[in-house]
């Protein structure tokens, strides 16, 4: 039972232009939500984090929002650049451990 | 400044081999994670360790052991590979919780 899902496994934006990708979540008992980001053959690193009492934290050009009655977590990413083709993923923390969905690849073009 | 190192970054295995995965963590922290990373699945938890003498499943842990040998070091043994075990590994330790995870830079691993 995924607890996180990513609905759309590949976007493409142009250099410049916003960003956006999403997330939905079925346990509302999560008590923060994250953002990694993975480059090819490289492990995920942290990008940025929501706690579950927040709808919206902001970090230079990356900004998350959560819409708790809804269950979804997004990230806008303003503006695009190409160092931000990745893979990225929206795990979700509870009970001490991340939960991963299946990840969203950005893809920047010049 | 190594943070969570992997070894080996490849590995090839015939079907019913036997092999264990070292991950080694230099940052003195607490809980150590095991995931698989397959296409189209995301990352899965294998196993973790939220301390040193700790170990607990995860989501997929079956034809899989771990040990915790101390507090920097964290293996994965694969008893009796199988060709469903191919993917990349990745380990990652964290002291901080939420956004205190530090993955290494993964193991590919394919079973023939």
């Known amino acids: 039972d995924q607890q996180v899902k990513q609905n759309s496994p590949s976007l493409s934006v142009q250099e410049g232009r916003i960003s956006i990708l999403n997330c939905d979540y079925t346990n509302s008992m999560f008590d923060y939500f994250l953002w990694y980001k993975k480059y090819p053959a490289e492990g995920p690193t942290f990008l940025i984090s929501i706690s579950s009492i927040k709808d919206k934290n902001e970090d230079g050009r990356f900004t998350v929002f959560l819409n708790k009655s809804a269950k979804h977590l997004s990230l806008h990413i303003v503006p695009s650049q190409p160092g931000d083709s990745a893979v990225y993923f929206c795990?979700?923390?509870?009970?001490?451990?991340?939960?991963f969905g299946t990840g969203t690849r950005l893809t920047i073009i010049p | 400044n190594a943070g969570v190192t992997q070894t080996p970054k490849f590995q090839v295995l015939k079907t019913g081999q036997s092999m264990t995965l070292q991950c080694a963590q230099d940052m003195n922290h607490n809980s150590m994670y095991w995931y698989r990373q397959d296409p189209g699945m995301g990352l899965r938890l294998i196993y973790y360790?939220?301390?040193?003498?700790?170990?607990d499943k995860g989501e997929v842990p079956n034809g899989y052991n771990v040990s915790r040998l101390n507090k920097r070091e964290f293996s994965l043994r694969l008893e009796s590979a199988a060709p469903s075990q191919t993917s990349v590994y990745f380990c990652?330790?964290?002291?901080?919780?939420?956004?205190?995870?530090?993955f290494g830079s993964g193991t590919r691993l394919t079973v023939v």
């Open positions: 360790s939220a301390s040193e003498g700790t170990t």
């Open positions: 990652a330790s964290s002291g901080q919780g939420r956004y205190g995870y530090t």
């Open positions: 795990p979700s923390f509870g009970n001490e451990k991340l939960t």
